[in-house]
């Protein structure tokens, strides 16, 4: 009888994951925040979690960033966005194995061509291209996967923290992408030597540099001091530690996502053994706070870059 009630939930379980790739998939791109609002407002009548995940991400952009009202208020239905975009990537592509996105692709040849003058300018440096944590997390692996295709690469290894095969098997979906995980991996140890390894047969490689400490609390943090917001913060010191013994250079950039439409903003490149690059780093991640905080992927939690690298 187990046997069969088992059965039966996983029958379920498959049955509703086809409906939601099936609807989710065909979403219009321009009613994404439209539906998300709509979503949040009606889980936030019966689900408190979810209403109070919502509250407090914009509270902390309006008290603790000085946010503007309505911009902090946007904030309430971010990861709702995020979930929407993810999965209507994901599940678009799953459904028309060739969709593009003109919008990403385009993004993708700005980016290609400010990695190709960077390595033009310095050919012995690697260059760590550096999506910020927004919008969301497939929008950014889009772009890597067709920014390696550009420059003529096989594939294109990735740092990364987040959870693998979240919808599906991802790697049968974006084949072109190596990922270097780093959450729940037994061999976390070695991803210093996979990216070493990547750096000198590709030149280039992706690592997300604006990862908040609180995000890896099950690992010990490596950080490095340095002041935002007017206040002393910390920030992940490894990709300082592995640009610096490769003579790398980082290129940071971050999405924006309205009406429909992905919009880029893309930094001035950091050399990474330069004494002033973690400040920079900072600079930026404060830049890109202000300006599309509402979202920010790990918005929501209190601490941000508050940091005791000690106890």
């Known amino acids: 009888m187990s046997a069969l009630r088992s059965t039966l939930k996983k029958w379920i379980a498959m049955r509703k994951h086809r409906a939601r790739r099936s609807i989710v998939g065909r979403i219009p791109v321009h009613a994404v925040e439209t539906l998300a609002i709509c979503i949040w407002r009606m889980r936030s009548l019966f689900d408190a979690e979810a209403r109070a995940s919502g509250l407090v991400r914009a509270e902390i952009g309006a008290d603790v960033l000085g946010l503007p009202r309505a911009q902090?208020?946007?904030?309430?239905?971010?990861?709702?966005?995020?979930?929407?975009?993810?999965?209507?990537?994901?599940?678009?592509?799953?459904?028309?194995?060739s969709e593009t996105w003109p919008d990403l692709d385009a993004i993708a040849q700005t980016l290609a061509r400010a990695v190709e003058k960077l390595r033009k300018e310095a050919p012995r440096r690697p260059v760590f291209l550096s999506p910020f944590h927004f919008v969301s997390q497939y929008a950014n692996i889009y772009?890597?996967?067709?920014?390696?295709?550009?420059?003529?690469?096989?594939?294109?290894?990735?740092?990364?923290?987040?959870?693998?095969?979240?919808?599906?098997?991802?790697?049968?979906?974006?084949?072109?992408?190596?990922?270097?995980?780093?959450?729940?991996?037994?061999?976390?140890?070695?991803?210093?030597?996979?990216?070493?390894?990547?750096?000198?047969?590709?030149?280039?490689?992706?690592?997300?540099?604006?990862?908040?400490?609180?995000?890896?609390?099950r690992y010990?943090?490596?950080?490095?001091?340095?002041?935002?917001?007017?206040?002393?913060?910390?920030?992940?010191?490894?990709?300082?530690?592995?640009?610096?013994?490769?003579?790398?250079?980082?290129?940071?950039?971050?999405?924006?996502?309205?009406?429909?439409?992905?919009?880029?903003?893309?930094?001035?490149?950091?050399?990474?053994?330069?004494?002033?690059?973690?400040?920079?780093?900072?600079?930026?991640?404060?830049t890109a706070l202000r300006d599309n905080y509402e979202q920010w992927l790990p918005a929501g939690h209190p601490a941000m870059y508050a940091f005791a690298p000690s106890r």
């Open 220 to 286: 010990p943090m490596e950080t490095v001091e340095v002041t935002m917001f007017g206040k002393s913060a910390r920030i992940h010191n490894g990709v300082f530690r592995m640009g610096e013994s490769f003579g790398a250079v980082l290129l940071p950039f971050y999405l924006r996502f309205a009406r429909g439409r992905f919009e880029l903003r893309v930094f001035d490149a950091l050399a990474l053994d330069a004494a002033d690059s973690p400040q920079r780093l900072a600079e930026y991640i404060e």
């Open 72 to 97: 902090s208020h946007r904030a309430r239905v971010g990861a709702q966005v995020e979930k929407l975009i993810d999965q209507r990537i994901y599940f678009g592509r799953d459904i028309r194995k």
């Open 143 to 217: 772009i890597v996967e067709r920014v390696a295709g550009l420059l003529g690469l096989q594939s294109m290894s990735v740092v990364s923290g987040v959870p693998r095969n979240q919808y599906g098997d991802d790697h049968a979906l974006i084949p072109g992408i190596k990922v270097l995980y780093t959450y729940g991996d037994a061999n976390r140890n070695g991803l210093g030597v996979r990216v070493a390894r990547s750096l000198k047969r590709d030149g280039v490689a992706v690592l997300f540099s604006d990862v908040p400490p609180f995000t890896m609390h």
